[in-house]
């Protein structure tokens, strides 16, 4: 009998923010704090109905920040937490995301893009939080953000997010959009035979030995539940490796640097992207999320028409995929960009690409997709 | 009677960093004696804070301890909690760190009434960013930034957690530490959102700049101000005018806990399974 045994795999019709939901649950997720803002608000709504029938907990709390604050707070007596927002509320929790990345705690925070800086265009489509995620919160720090395209790969990206989140004690970002959040598309679940849950590296040595940012253990080291014995301190200031403030520059360099490497050191694990004939592709275009989908379409039809065209799709927006682009650069004449901002990634794409050809946005704000027709268009002016 | 406050004590960080003569000290022995006296293990307490002064805190006590963002303690304080609610949850915030930047999670933490005991230490003024005027600074008070007096209404911590549907709501002072761990361990003790406002003294930043730069001073002039609840029943608001009540201010064991009342969520969720 083949070995690649068929799973009964269930098969829903559902909207990404379910999706979001569902595989937050599989992925071993049973705390969920959050604040009501569209377009992710139906994410809350099937975490507040589900977690009680795994006898998870769900709150919602007074504001952005404090559903924040929670998901921490629960994430240090050993919870797999999660929350999710939109553009203003992303804004409002990076004073505690570069808290949780600061005392190095697990947590996933699921972003669903919207359109416009301010209050902006609350119920359409928007991937302008690129550089919010990346910079958001003052200061350095590491950063993942993942940015499915596709409600199969955002169930799979949810539950990678978990175990990333845990490997390496940080927080980590799910970007979806007001188009993939809302749109209901078929999704077979995997079987959980199929995926593995990564639990945080907890410690061996006993209380009294326990060092909490030990590196000697390695740039991720153990990290203790709260109640099991080890009490240990936990201060946003910078810190020395007994977690107590410190304020002496060697300490702080080494331990900002070493929060840095958590991603940096890890990027086999962490990197992650898609190629669509992109072997002998003449033309590159490089998009994540919703608009890869349209640029999937606008190869095909490039194609078509004799224009050899390939797509390259970040699935890890942060870390950006560099040595992938490098690659495409060094075959293709140009390299189109297209986005739903007004060119974020682009910037990581002519930091990357050097000066083989020219590398061009294509650029929309206004809360409706980018079209494949737009993407084509560009795509034959630089062939 | 000596009680043994040292255990819950990180004693190779003392000394501390505050000010000579700065009440905190009488406030965190206040809440060592309470634990002592409950026999709470400090394995069983997360001792939690925001920024400031008050805020320090925590690095100085053995057990599990976050210091966290300006005004934010009781958002991962009510994390810790709703994860594990067999467990102590304690916050310490100062007068601006609770009643300002964080007075959205004061007031909704009264209101979910979750089984958190926050103890806010008033002592008038942002001490640690160098005696600017906080929401609980009297009128005509100096500080950094009212120079030429306090024009700012000052919060009634203590009413507005009342209103805000605290469950029990006390009153104490540095100049009676005896009466102050009583009022902690009863808020400990409590099912429910407990307040304990603790009136304290910043010579430093507050007294300087308002003629009691002594630390006795200005705690005797902050015991002064203060009238015990039973005492105040008979007095007219003329008499309490610029007086603050102290004591256990409010108790109500009847209003249900968050944590309990969500556990009753999961069981009608399984039921409908």
Same mark, same amino acid.
């Given at each position: 009998?083949?070995?690649?045994?068929?799973?009964?795999?269930?098969?829903?019709?559902?909207?990404?923010?379910?999706?979001v939901a569902e595989a937050a649950i599989a992925g071993g997720c049973r705390f969920f704090?959050?604040?009501?803002? %569209?377009?992710?608000?139906?994410?809350?709504?099937?975490? &507040?109905?589900?977690?009680?029938?795994v006898?998870g907990?769900?709150?919602?709390?007074?504001?952005?920040?404090?559903?924040?604050?929670?998901i921490i707070?629960a994430s240090l007596t050993g919870e797999r937490p999660m929350t999710? %927002?939109?553009?203003?509320?992303?804004?409002?929790?990076?004073?505690?995301?570069?808290?949780a990345c600061?005392i190095e705690t697990p947590c996933v925070i699921v972003?669903?893009?919207?359109?416009?800086?301010?209050?902006?265009?609350?119920?359409?489509?928007?991937?302008?939080?690129?550089?919010?995620?990346?910079?958001?919160?003052?200061?350095?720090?590491p950063v993942i953000a993942l940015?499915p395209?596709?409600?199969?790969e955002v169930y799979s990206e949810v539950i990678r997010a978990f175990n990333l989140a845990e490997m390496l004690r940080m927080p980590v970002f799910v970007?979806?959009?007001?188009? =993939?959040?809302?749109?209901?598309?078929?999704? *077979?679940i995997p079987d959980p035979s199929e995926y593995e849950l990564i639990e945080r590296p907890r410690p061996i040595?006993?209380?009294? *030995?326990?060092?909490p940012?030990?590196? &000697?253990l390695g740039d991720v080291p153990p990290i203790a539940d709260?109640?099991t014995?080890?009490?240990?301190?936990? %201060?946003?200031?910078?810190?020395?490796? %007994?977690?107590?403030?410190?304020?002496?520059?060697?300490?702080?360099?080494?331990?900002?640097?070493?929060m840095?490497r958590k991603v940096t050191n890890h990027l086999d694990i962490i990197e992650s992207?898609?190629?669509?004939?992109? *072997?002998?592709? *003449?033309?590159?275009?490089?998009?994540?999320?919703?608009?890869?989908?349209?640029?999937?379409?606008?190869?095909?039809?490039?194609?078509?028409?004799?224009?050899?065209?390939?797509? =390259?799709?970040?699935i890890t927006?942060w870390p950006?995929?560099?040595?992938?682009?490098?690659?495409?650069?060094?075959?293709?004449?140009?390299?189109?960009?297209?986005?739903?901002? =007004?060119?974020?990634?682009?910037?990581?794409?002519?930091?990357?690409?050097?000066?083989?050809?020219?590398?061009?946005?294509?650029?929309?704000?206004?809360?409706?997709?980018?079209?494949?027709?737009?993407?084509?268009?560009?795509?034959?002016?630089?062939? | 009677?000596?009680?043994?406050?040292?255990?819950?004590?990180?004693?190779?960080?003392?000394?501390?960093? !505050?000010?000579? #003569?700065?009440?905190?000290?009488?406030?965190?022995?206040?809440?060592?004696?309470?634990?002592?006296?409950?026999? !709470?293990?400090?394995?069983?307490?997360?001792?939690?804070?925001?920024?400031?002064?008050?805020?320090?805190?925590?690095?100085? +006590?053995?057990?599990?301890?976050?210091?966290?963002?300006? $005004?934010?303690? +009781?958002?991962?304080?009510?994390?810790?909690?709703?994860s594990?609610?067999?467990?102590?949850?304690?916050?310490?915030? #100062?007068?601006?760190?609770?009643?300002? /930047?964080?007075?959205?999670?004061?007031?909704?933490?009264?209101?979910?009434?979750?089984?958190?005991?926050?103890?806010?230490?008033?002592?008038?003024?942002? $001490?640690?960013?160098?005696?600017?005027?906080?929401?609980?600074?009297?009128? #005509?008070?100096?500080?950094?930034?009212?120079? !030429?007096?306090?024009?700012?209404?000052?919060?009634? /911590?203590?009413?507005?957690?009342?209103?805000?549907?605290?469950?029990?709501?006390?009153?104490?002072?540095?100049?009676?530490?005896?009466?102050?761990?009583?009022?902690? @361990?009863?808020?400990?003790?409590?099912?429910?959102?407990?307040?304990?406002?603790?009136?304290?003294?910043?010579?430093?930043?507050?007294?300087?700049?308002?003629? +009691?730069?002594?630390?006795?001073?200005?705690?005797?002039?902050?015991?002064?101000?203060?009238?015990?609840?039973?005492?105040?029943?008979?007095?007219?608001?003329?008499?309490?005018?610029?007086?603050? /009540?102290? #004591?256990?201010?409010?108790?109500?064991?009847?209003?249900?806990?968050?944590?309990?009342?969500?556990?009753?969520?999961?069981?009608?969720?399984? +039921?409908? @399974?």
């Amino acid at each position: 009998m083949d070995n690649t045994e068929t799973k009964e795999h269930q098969v829903v019709f559902w909207s990404g923010n379910q999706i979001v939901a569902e595989a937050a649950i599989a992925g071993g997720c049973r705390f969920f704090a959050g604040y009501p803002i %569209t377009p992710s608000s139906e994410i809350a709504h099937v975490m &507040s109905k589900r977690l009680p029938e795994v006898r998870g907990k769900f709150i919602q709390m007074e504001d952005e920040i404090a559903a924040m604050g929670a998901i921490i707070g629960a994430s240090l007596t050993g919870e797999r937490p999660m929350t999710a %927002t939109s553009g203003p509320g992303f804004s409002l929790k990076q004073e505690n995301i570069g808290y949780a990345c600061m005392i190095e705690t697990p947590c996933v925070i699921v972003n669903v893009m919207r359109g416009g800086p301010s209050t902006g265009l609350p119920t359409a489509l928007g991937q302008a939080d690129v550089m919010q995620a990346r910079w958001g919160t003052h200061g350095d720090r590491p950063v993942i953000a993942l940015t499915p395209a596709y409600l199969e790969e955002v169930y799979s990206e949810v539950i990678r997010a978990f175990n990333l989140a845990e490997m390496l004690r940080m927080p980590v970002f799910v970007l979806i959009d007001e188009v =993939l959040g809302h749109l209901s598309e078929r999704v *077979e679940i995997p079987d959980p035979s199929e995926y593995e849950l990564i639990e945080r590296p907890r410690p061996i040595a006993p209380p009294e *030995e326990y060092v909490p940012y030990d590196s &000697s253990l390695g740039d991720v080291p153990p990290i203790a539940d709260y109640f099991t014995g080890y009490r240990w301190h936990t %201060t946003g200031l910078n810190h020395d490796k %007994t977690g107590f403030p410190t304020t002496d520059p060697d300490i702080c360099q080494f331990e900002e640097e070493r929060m840095m490497r958590k991603v940096t050191n890890h990027l086999d694990i962490i990197e992650s992207y898609d190629e669509f004939m992109t *072997e002998d592709a *003449e033309i590159g275009v490089i998009a994540f999320g919703s608009t890869a989908r349209a640029a999937m379409v606008a190869i095909a039809d490039a194609r078509d028409r004799g224009i050899k065209a390939g797509l =390259l799709r970040p699935i890890t927006l942060w870390p950006f995929p560099e040595e992938p682009v490098r690659k495409l650069d060094q075959h293709v004449k140009a390299i189109v960009v297209p986005e739903a901002n =007004l060119g974020q990634m682009i910037y990581e794409v002519e930091r990357i690409a050097g000066c083989n050809g020219p590398v061009v946005g294509v650029n929309k704000v206004g809360g409706v997709p980018i079209y494949p027709g737009e993407i084509l268009s560009k795509i034959e002016e630089v062939a | 009677m000596h009680a043994s406050y040292t255990n819950y004590l990180r004693m190779d960080h003392i000394p501390h960093m !505050w000010c000579p #003569g700065c009440g905190i000290g009488i406030i965190i022995k206040a809440v060592l004696r309470a634990f002592d006296a409950l026999e !709470w293990s400090a394995d069983d307490i997360a001792f939690i804070s925001g920024i400031g002064c008050t805020s320090r805190s925590p690095g100085y +006590l053995d057990m599990h301890t976050l210091h966290t963002t300006h $005004g934010r303690a +009781l958002s991962f304080a009510t994390g810790v909690k709703f994860s594990r609610p067999d467990k102590h949850v304690v916050v310490i915030s #100062g007068d601006g760190d609770a009643a300002a /930047i964080g007075g959205n999670h004061l007031i909704h933490s009264c209101r979910r009434n979750i089984d958190i005991t926050l103890i806010i230490v008033n002592n008038y003024i942002y $001490g640690m960013t160098g005696g600017q005027y906080s929401p609980t600074t009297p009128i #005509g008070a100096r500080a950094a930034t009212s120079p !030429w007096g306090n024009v700012d209404t000052p919060f009634n /911590i203590s009413e507005l957690a009342k209103g805000a549907g605290a469950t029990y709501v006390a009153r104490g002072y540095v100049g009676s530490g005896v009466q102050l761990e009583r009022l902690i @361990r009863g808020g400990l003790t409590h099912k429910g959102f407990s307040v304990i406002e603790v009136l304290s003294n910043c010579h430093t930043q507050f007294g300087r700049r308002n003629r +009691l730069a002594d630390p006795i001073d200005l705690i005797n002039s902050i015991s002064e101000s203060t009238v015990n609840v039973k005492k105040a029943e008979k007095m007219s608001p003329e008499e309490l005018k610029g007086k603050y /009540i102290v #004591g256990l201010l409010h108790q109500d064991e009847e209003h249900p806990e968050y944590c309990e009342a969500y556990e009753q969520v999961i069981e009608r969720a399984q +039921l409908a @399974r």
